[in-house]
Nanobody, 123 residues
Framework: QVQLVESGGGLVQAGGSLRLSCAASGRTSNMYRMGWFRQAPGKEREFVAAITWSGGATLYADSVKGRFAISRDNAKNTWYLQMNSMMPEDTAVYYC????????????????WGQGTQVTVSS
């Protein structure tokens, strides 16, 4: 099993920045992909960004491309989501996820999930 804990959420004004962190523990050798998803009230959970353990591949949702950046620190079993130029529509609960080989963007293929952290962007 792999346990994931997010941190770094909060309230930010439009145009501001936040950095989310996801720390993994347990059988981290099972992790091949690490990702971020988000869920706004009344909406489906959607893909935001993902990275492979090797760091060789990243993928972003069109809505965040150029504003968000995903990175990882394998030595710390931690990955990050740097969010810049934030907009009110970025308001959501953000979840980190991890899994074995598979699609970077397909949420059903991720086996492990964090508890979520609230991000609120005020206009």
């Amino acid at each position: 099993q792999v346990q994931l804990v997010e941190s770094g959420g909060g309230l930010v004004q439009a145009g501001g920045s936040l950095r989310l962190s996801c720390a993994a523990s347990g059988r981290t050798s099972n992790m091949y992909r690490m990702g971020w998803f988000r869920q706004a009230p009344g909406k489906e959970r959607e893909f935001v960004a993902a990275i492979t353990w090797s760091g060789g591949a990243t993928l972003y949702a069109d809505s965040v491309k150029g504003r968000f950046a995903i990175s990882r620190d394998n030595a710390k079993n931690t990955w990050y989501l740097q969010m810049n130029s934030m907009m009110p529509e970025d308001t959501a609960v953000y979840y980190c996820a991890a899994g074995g080989p598979g699609s970077l963007s397909q949420k059903s293929s991720y086996a492990y999930w964090g508890q979520g952290t609230q991000v609120t962007v005020s206009s």
